[in-house]
């Protein structure tokens, strides 16, 4: 039988079918999730020029964050829904930094999708050890420009600027050739009291190719999970919103901290219940009896 198509034939049919999502980018994230978004759901989905996502703050720091994550996400999802009149609004939020429960830094990338038609809000999120590289004083652009050669420069941009001095001083983002890299670092060399430049990866979507895989898986498990209907009362994105810990010891029974099960819940109903992780047991590594 012949999948109908959004295009003629059978209508397009589910909770979202035509609905207009506003996402509140300014990075061109919803060329990340549009396509599964309009596969899954047949959603049509339009970033509005004109609003500022940087008011929330910015990675290079000039303009602080104040929010959390999830904070900053749904008041960058309300701008975009308010610019164009739709009760649909996404966003992102990204942080880098440690992750929890581990040494090494990380990647957590969150997409919210609200539904003001429902009064409901689906997180989706992930944490990932796939980032790009630290943050480097260069003298130079021929030390700058060896170092990125080795570093996937210019899929991945960069942003620039003095090693001293305020947040902000002879700053340069989006910087994609060596031309702008040249101007960037002479003149953050200028600027800086001690002469350095800092050179690092832009964040940024738009620039950042890792972030843009990540984003793109996002965009499919949350068009995915909106196709869920809650068992009790039928709203959309029934799915995953926490774990249980009590992961029991292998060696003494004892509970660890690890997840024994995943929690799945409505958005707006109290309907919820656990999925069991495969595993039964826990390392005794992780156990505060066998291993404190
Ligand atoms: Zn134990
Ligand atoms: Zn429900």
Not at 15 to 21: D, G
Not at 207 to 228: E, S
Request: include cysteine; aromatic fraction near 4%.
């Amino acid at each position: 039988m012949p999948r109908p198509s959004t295009g003629g034939g059978a209508p397009a049919a589910g909770p979202y079918a035509r609905a207009l999502i506003a996402f509140g980018t300014m990075h061109g994230k919803q060329h990340q999730v549009a396509g599964s978004f309009a596969g899954i759901l047949h959603t049509r989905m339009v970033a509005p020029v004109g609003i500022d996502t940087d008011q929330f703050g910015t990675f290079a720091g000039e303009i602080p964050r104040t929010l959390t994550p999830i904070q900053a996400a749904r008041a960058k999802a309300r701008l975009a829904m308010t610019a164009v009149d739709t009760p649909y609004g996404l966003a992102s939020e990204a942080s880098y930094g440690p992750l929890p429960g581990l040494p090494v830094p990380g990647h957590e990338e969150m997409l919210l999708f609200l539904d003001d038609t429902r009064g409901i809000e689906i997180l989706e999120g992930e944490r990932s050890l796939d980032v790009p590289w630290s943050p480097r004083r260069v003298t130079d652009t021929a030390e700058a420009a060896a170092f990125l050669a080795g570093v996937g420069f210019p899929a991945q941009a960069v942003i620039v600027h003095a090693a001293q001095g305020p947040a902000g001083l002879a700053l340069v983002k989006g910087i994609a050739d060596l031309a702008a890299l040249a101007h960037a670092i002479t003149s953050a060399c200028q600027a800086s009291p001690d002469g350095h430049a800092v050179v690092e990866a832009d964040l940024r979507a738009q620039h950042n190719p890792t972030r843009r895989r990540l984003l793109t898986r996002l965009g499919q498990r949350l068009a995915h999970r909106l196709a869920i209907p809650c068992p009790a009362c039928r709203c959309p994105g029934y799915g995953r919103t926490g774990t249980e810990p009590g992961l029991p010891c292998a060696a003494c029974d004892t509970p660890t901290h690890l997840a024994a099960a995943d929690v799945h819940s409505c958005a707006r109903c109290p309907h919820r219940h656990r999925v069991p992780r495969p595993d039964l047991t826990a390392d005794p590594q992780w156990c505060d009896r066998c291993n404190p």
